[in-house]
């Protein structure tokens, strides 16, 4: 039997940079999660009778309860299949994987990422396609329109599945198959890198999976596989709250793990990943790498691991993050995309094959192995690379610097900001930018300063306003953007890069180096008389 429920629309289900992500207490509203499960049923109607569906989430509040519901529409909705994982457990990069092995049409990956979980905190839906990607802004933007029109949803009249029972039972005339989240994600890594070697080199780590969903991932695939020492994977255990702690593997949030490797007693190797498993930190013995600079390293060094031997086909990098990657791609011959921020503009070409691996400064690299970014996969190819080379995280990134010069890079985060403070601040850079060439602030010349627009490449799609740049002589530059992930407020971030050449300072603090650049863009963007603030929330 199918229950058809009438509903009226919310006007605040517009999917931001990665789908919706609201407040747990949003969430909760009557037909709230139904109304957006819905419209993302309506909007593929046409495909979805007969098609699999992959659902899983990173274990926070509010996942187990969505979890079923979606899976009743599926049933209504007249899919065939559901692909779920165990205790509804899946990680953004396995459910990615998934997605691909299945032949699904698609999949529901309920998580809000690197953000809070618990019932005051955040919970997010998004969609991703057949090719294992989020969702590309035609099919997020047709969901926003559905979403301003819905007046029914549809579920089928079944209670609720154990989520927790590995095998098939049957919703209404559909299967759910419940699956170990664990398993078709680490055979893939281990077609990808060289495990022997890895295991050979009798490397030491600490991983800190944040109590969130990579804690199975890891301890399944650097204990058990690898033979990492037990309590590597440090709060391993994926809990609805992240036992109280911001899932975000950065220096603030993972400053546990940053301060034992800068200790005494520090492991060779320290990496962190978020909420949903999708974002990595790298941290070598004494040696904080950028997320940025680890894109680059990874892509120098790709071709020593077995899935990448045969060599790389493109880089791609969010336009924030920033320029070294293209050094890289430069020295190695192959084209650098610069894309707006958002794993979803990698997609398209990760499926022409134009690019093969792709990183963005907001901790995420990943690789064409799946449609996702992958931390997981950004540690596993760090110590694929360290085992082959016996080199060091820092000896790695003195030689890449030593070769490449170095790119000095921070981003500075003004969290809550006013919402409407901020927008004033973006409309007034942006509709000063043409003035600014060839202004002198200090020793700093603009070169260029403009409001990136991207095509792309594959479909001609443009996508405009995507983040204020201001480029200085010499491969300097400040880049302004508002955040698109953000619950409440606006958050302002700034990303400040300074490029020292070869022969240069390659060593210096990233402050001292960055201060006239953050200086220039105080200058240049009044953030303190628009926000009231004289210090970024968040540097990293
Ligand atoms: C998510 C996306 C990333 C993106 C990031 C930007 O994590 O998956 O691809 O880089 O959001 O977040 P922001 O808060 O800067 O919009
Ligand atoms: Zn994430």
């Not at 990183?359 to 996969?377: N, P």
Request: charged letters at 20%; glycine letters at 10%.
């Amino acid at each position: 039997m199918i229950r058809a429920v009438k509903t009226t629309p919310y006007p605040d289900q517009k999917p931001g940079t990665s789908g919706l992500r609201k407040k747990v207490r949003v969430f909760q509203q009557p037909d709230y999660a139904e109304n957006f499960i819905q419209s993302v049923f309506d909007v593929i109607e046409r495909e979805r009778a007969g098609a699999t569906l992959v659902i899983g989430g990173d274990g926070r509040f509010l996942n187990r309860e969505v979890i079923q519901v979606a899976i009743r529409m599926a049933a209504a909705a007249t899919f065939a299949r559901v692909v779920v994982g165990q205790g509804g457990i899946l990680s953004t990069p396995a459910a990615s994987n998934l997605i691909r092995r299945r032949g699904a049409l698609g999949g529901l990956i309920l998580s809000a990422s690197h953000n809070p979980g618990g019932p005051e905190e955040d919970f997010g839906i998004k969609y991703n396609v057949s090719n294992g990607g989020p969702a590309p802004e035609a099919i997020t933007d047709a969901i926003y329109a559905r979403t301003k029109a819905i007046d029914t949803w549809y579920a089928a009249d079944t209670p609720d599945i154990d989520l927790d029972a590995l095998g098939e039972v049957q919703v209404g005339g559909m299967t759910v198959e419940v699956v170990d989240p664990v398993a078709d994600y680490a055979a893939l890594m281990e077609t990808l890198f060289d495990f022997d070697a890895i295991r050979a080199a009798n490397l030491t780590m600490a991983f800190d999976a944040m109590s969130a969903v990579t804690g199975p991932y890891a301890t399944e695939i650097l204990e058990r596989r690898l033979g990492f020492a037990p309590c590597t994977v440090r709060n391993g255990t994926p809990r609805p709250d992240f036992d109280g702690n911001h899932p975000d593997p950065n220096l603030v949030h993972a400053r546990e793990l940053y301060d034992t490797m800068m200790g005494d007693d520090a492991p060779d190797f320290g990496a962190a990943s978020d909420g949903d498993g999708d974002r990595n930190l790298i941290i070598g013995r004494g040696r904080f790498v950028t997320p940025s600079d680890s894109l680059a390293m990874l892509a120098a060094n790709a071709h020593l691991a077995p899935g990448y031997a045969g060599g790389l086909k493109g880089i791609a990098r969010s336009m924030p993050t920033s320029a070294a990657a293209d050094r890289v791609a430069a020295d190695l011959n192959i084209p650098a995309y610069e894309t707006p921020t958002g794993w979803k503009f990698f997609g398209n070409l990760l499926d022409a094959g134009r690019a093969t691996i792709c990183g963005e400064e907001s901790a995420g690299t990943g690789s064409d192995h799946v449609r996702e970014k992958d931390g997981l996969w950004a540690v596993l190819l760090w110590l694929n690379i360290m085992a082959v080379t016996g080199k060091s995280v820092d000896q790695i990134a003195r030689d890449h610097w030593g070769r490449y010069g170095r790119n000095y890079y921070a981003r500075h985060d003004y969290e809550g900001v006013d919402s409407a403070a901020a927008d004033t601040l973006m409309q007034e850079l942006g509709s000063n930018l043409a003035s600014l060439s060839g202004k002198k602030i200090g020793s700093l010349v603009i070169t260029e300063a403009d409001n990136f627009a991207y095509t792309d490449p594959t479909d001609c799609s443009v996508s405009t306003n995507q983040g204020i740049r201001i480029l200085f002589d010499g491969g300097s530059r400040v880049v302004f953007r508002l955040s698109g992930t953000g619950t409440s407020g606006a958050t302002l971030r700034v990303y400040l890069e300074r490029y020292e050449p070869v022969g240069g300072d390659l060593d210096a603090e990233t402050g001292a180096m960055l201060a006239d650049i953050a200086a220039a863009a105080d200058e240049l963007a009044g953030i303190r008389r628009h926000t009231g603030r004289s210090e970024p929330d968040v540097v990293t």
